[in-house]
């Protein structure tokens, strides 16, 4: 019974495969009666016409995204004072990066390790390469003057010093140092005409006000000079050294007391220098 039953399975099996063979594989159409063509040919033709609706709708506007500024995804950074250890002032660069020119930023690097190697001639080759390498880079030009101005190459530091303003460093510090440069080169007027230059952009700098003053000083513009170191000690509160010079200002202009309380603060914040004037100028004020 059981091979029966298994024959025929087999029989009907050969069936199928014969049929499907013939027919080339080809999946069987469902047989659809009038009613249901009509039905499903309705279907169809409201499904095209939706979508010929959806076609010819007017496309909206986009609405265009504002771009931020790259000002505005990096803030301004807060300009850093020009300090008067040219070697903290030179470091701040110790680690320069310059995405575009790596030839750049790789000569301001070892120019500046070469400065803190004491090899300044190495570091004014590299600092030139840097500018042959790219005329406009400020930064080289800023590091050069920076060295000769270590070198005491005051009037050739002025050179790039200009260079930098000419060529719009963003940090008002090369104002600072060109004033300076005059200073030691003994140009009193061009030297007042750049640190105020440099206090116009940033005023809240105590080393620029009392700079400015020493100069004033040599000018013999005593009053002026008083001015603008109270300036520096009203930003700076613990300016010895201002106390000290605004204490000798004033007993030139015979004001002994007002002289003699700047000597004694000076002195009280630590400034040793100060001893000798408070001994020698306020004597008869304590006796």
């Given at each position: 019974m059981l091979y029966?039953?298994?024959a025929i399975a087999l029989l009907i099996i050969v069936y199928g495969l014969i049929l499907f063979f013939k027919r080339g594989n080809k999946e069987f159409e469902a047989k659809l009666s009038l009613r249901e063509k009509t039905e499903l040919e309705k279907i169809l033709e409201k499904q095209v016409n939706e979508e010929?609706?959806?076609d010819k709708k007017v496309p909206e506007k986009e609405i265009p995204v504002e771009v931020q500024k790259s000002e505005d995804l990096f803030p301004k950074e807060e300009l850093?004072?020009?300090?008067k250890d040219i070697n903290a002032e030179i470091n701040r660069y110790a680690t320069y990066i310059d995405f575009n020119n790596l030839k750049v930023q790789n000569s301001i690097r070892n120019g500046v390790e070469n400065f803190n190697n004491l090899d300044y001639k190495k570091a004014l080759e590299e600092f030139s390469l840097a500018i042959e390498t790219n005329p406009h880079e400020i930064t080289g030009f800023y590091c050069r003057g920076l060295t000769k101005?270590?070198?005491?190459?005051?009037e050739s530091a002025l050179s790039d010093f200009t260079e930098c303003i000419n060529l719009k460093m963003k940090e008002p510090n090369a104002f600072y140092y060109k004033g300076l440069s005059y200073f030691f080169l003994d140009d009193m007027d061009n030297a007042i005409l750049n640190?105020?230059?440099?206090?116009?952009?940033?005023s809240d700098s105590p080393e620029a006000y009392f700079d400015l003053a020493l100069c004033l000083k040599q000018k013999e513009n005593t009053s002026e000079a008083i001015n603008y170191l109270s300036k520096?000690?009203?930003i700076n509160p613990k300016y010895e050294v201002a106390y000290l010079e605004r204490g000798l200002l004033k007993h030139k202009m015979n004001d002994v007391d007002g002289?003699?309380?700047d000597l004694k603060k000076a002195l009280d914040l630590g400034y040793l220098g100060a001893f000798y004037y408070v001994n020698e100028l306020c004597k008869k004020e304590d006796s």
């Open positions: 029966l039953i298994g010929q609706a959806v850093i004072f020009p300090s101005f270590q070198l005491k190459n005051h640190l105020k230059s440099y206090i116009n952009s940033v520096a000690i009203e002289g003699c309380a």
